[in-house]
Each structure stands twice: as C-alpha cells, then as structure tokens.
C-alpha cells in the first residue's frame, strides 16, 4: 500500500524571531510526510537534499519577513507559509503584508539571502504595495514517483 501525501501545509503567525523556528520545523515534518509518501521508505539521499535545500531557503525568506518586511512599523505584521505539493513539483510560499528592502549596494555582510535562496530552489519575488511573496520550489527527482494522485490512492 502506497502512503497517502499529506494536506498542504498552510501556516500563519506573527513575525517574530520563535515562529521562524516553529514553522522550520513544521516544514521539516511536513516535507517528510510527502517525500515519504512519493519516494517510499527509506528515503533517498536525492529527497534528503531536496527537503534539507527547501527547509534552508524557507527559513532564509522567513528571517528576511521577521528583520526587514515590518522594520519602522513599531510592531510586527503577519507572515505565512505555504507548502504544496504539485505533480512533480514541491512549492513554499513565504508571504508578509510589509515593505520590500533593497539589499545593500556596497560592500556589506548582509543581503546574501536572496542569492542563497536562489542556489537552493527555484526563487520568485513578487514585490507589492504592501507585502512580499517568496516562492521557492523543487521539482523532485526523476527517479521518485511523483504523481501525488497514484501516492493518494
């Protein structure tokens, strides 16, 4: 019997420091059950490296909501996740209701994020007024079964 892939994951909370942690770690379950679901146990080291990838960028784009997205607005807005799985595709959506801030032009420590986000998944920004949504995503690989509706049956 094939394991059924779990619902999408749809998380929200204020933008703050601990809800990062919390929603790294519900991602990381929540990437198990599917990669268990479509890849069979034990997982390979492919889906390993897919989940290990998307949880770093996640977290990457929910640091980026809790220290730019509300700076200046006295107290933090709302930031949520979003995880699904499509076909052959896994997506994360990270999504905040603040202001987008240009990374540094000089030199500096900082504004390296996006870059990484875009070496570990696929990354799209869309910026609003107001609000930002990061969607990052991985196709799995092609030797797991990846048709969510034959992992559902």
């Known amino acids: 019997m094939t394991p059924q892939a779990?619902?999408?994951?749809?998380?929200?909370?204020?933008?703050?420091?601990?809800?990062?942690?919390?929603?790294?770690?519900a991602l990381r379950r929540w990437l198990g059950e599917v990669l268990d679901a479509v890849g069979g146990s034990p997982v390979g080291d492919d889906l390993e490296d897919l989940a290990d990838d998307l949880v770093l960028a996640t977290s990457e784009a929910l640091e980026n909501v809790v220290d730019h997205a509300y700076a200046g607005a006295g107290e933090p807005g709302a930031m949520s996740l979003r995880a699904r799985l499509q076909e052959d595709t896994v997506a994360v959506v990270v999504t905040d209701h603040g202001h987008w801030r240009d990374p540094p032009t000089g030199p500096s420590s900082r504004g390296r994020g996006l870059e990484m986000m875009e070496r570990l998944a696929e990354t799209r920004v869309d910026r609003g007024e107001p609000g930002t949504v990061v969607t990052l995503s991985r196709r799995l690989p092609q030797d797991a079964p990846h048709d969510r509706s034959a992992a559902q049956a």
């Open 6 to 25: 779990p619902p999408d994951l749809d998380l929200t909370a204020q933008a703050a420091p601990p809800q990062v942690g919390s929603f790294r770690r």
